[in-house]
């Protein structure tokens, strides 16, 4: 089943780029987003590091990135081209570690660092109880009153050790699927 797969992605640039550029953005407008940001750089294959420094924010800005999107991006180049975010090390280090070095830059947050984990990593056993599609399933799922509290769902999840990220995977899939599809 695809659904089940953990994925790795191996240009972990592009992967952090792709995250930043989805927060707080529906998907559809995300992947228009990037296939706009894509298209800036000659040849369409996503852009180095020295690629993006080299243009200057208003023209990331005409991807439609946000001013500030297109700043941590910048930044995020930056870090990588001059060896500050080494991604030889990150992919050794233990996933805090890597949340922790991660939410170092700016415009990348414990959501994003988890996203990397789960996405590009291929890390089993991530839960990012930040993020609203998995609050949203576990609320459904598990709450009997409206929303669960952290505690509560950390509880929830902890079962699911060390396979976390497959039961995310089911989790945002859920919430896909109405109950009369079910029955």
């Known amino acids: 089943m695809e659904l089940l797969r953990l994925k790795r992605r ?7 780029v792709r995250e930043i550029v989805n927060q707080q953005l529906s998907g559809r407008a ?17 852009p180095t590091p020295k690629q993006v420094l080299a243009q200057p924010v208003r023209k ?19 870090a990588v081209e001059s060896g500050q975010l080494n991604f030889r090390k990150i992919v050794r280090l233990p996933d805090e570690d890597v949340i922790v070095l991660l939410t170092r830059q700016k415009g990348i947050g414990r959501w994003t660092a ?15 109880f930040g993020d609203l599609g998995l609050r949203k399933a576990l609320t459904r799922l598990y709450g009997k009153r409206g ?14 050790s060390p396979y ?3 039961a995310a995977q089911l989790l945002w899939a859920s919430n896909d699927v109405s109950l009369d599809e079910l029955g």
């Open 10 to 16: 191996n240009n972990h640039f592009r992967s952090l």
């Open 114 to 128: 988890e996203m990397f984990l789960m996405f590009s990593l291929g890390r089993p056993d991530i839960f990012s």
């Open 30 to 46: 995300a992947a228009t987003i990037l296939s706009r940001f894509i298209r800036l750089f000659p040849g369409n294959s996503f």
């Open 60 to 78: 990331l800005r005409s991807a439609g990135l946000s001013g500030q999107k297109a700043l941590y991006i910048r930044e995020l180049a930056r």
């Open 147 to 160: 929303r669960l509290t952290l505690a509560s769902m950390q509880k929830i999840a902890a079962r699911w």
């Open 164 to 166: 976390r990220t497959y």
